[in-house]
Nanobody
Framework: VQLQASGGGLVQPGGSLRLSCAVS????????VSWFRQAPGTAREFVAA????????YYAASVKGRFIISRDNAGNTVTLQMNSLKAEDTAFYYC????????????????????WGQGTQVTVSS
């Protein structure tokens, strides 16, 4: 499984950006695709997850109500729509995929994901 993230950039506070994660290879084996982020000097942070089972979505409290994760019908692209962006959303964003049918409480654990994309920078600044 290969992941390719795109869509980052510079945006003003209150603006929007859309990140895409293209999934290729054995896509049928992927059960969960998630976004994580990491700002300089901080630990990697879970942002949102899309789980194939029931097309369920999950969000970190810090982005709930502002970000939306979705998957295209073909199942090959997972999109993170980011609205009402804040300066604290500035980070390098990574998409990750897992073949594990993990329980909800494990979604935020980076160690549960076998495949990672190269990441894309998001900067929120005026």
């Amino acid at each position: 499984v290969q992941l390719q993230a795109s869509g980052g950039g510079l945006v003003q506070p209150g603006g929007s950006l859309r990140l895409s994660c293209a999934v290729s290879g054995r896509t049928s084996s992927v059960w969960t695709v998630s976004w994580f982020r990491q700002a300089p000097g901080t630990a990697r942070e879970f942002v949102a997850a899309f789980r194939r089972s029931g097309s369920s979505t999950y969000y970190a409290a810090s982005v709930k109500g502002r970000f939306i994760i979705s998957r295209d019908n073909a199942g090959n692209t997972v999109t993170l729509q980011m609205n009402s962006l804040k300066a604290e959303d500035t980070a390098f964003y990574y998409c990750a995929a897992s073949q594990s049918r993990m329980i909800q409480s494990s979604l935020a654990l980076g160690t549960m994901y076998e495949f990672w994309g190269q990441g894309t920078q998001v900067t929120v600044s005026s």
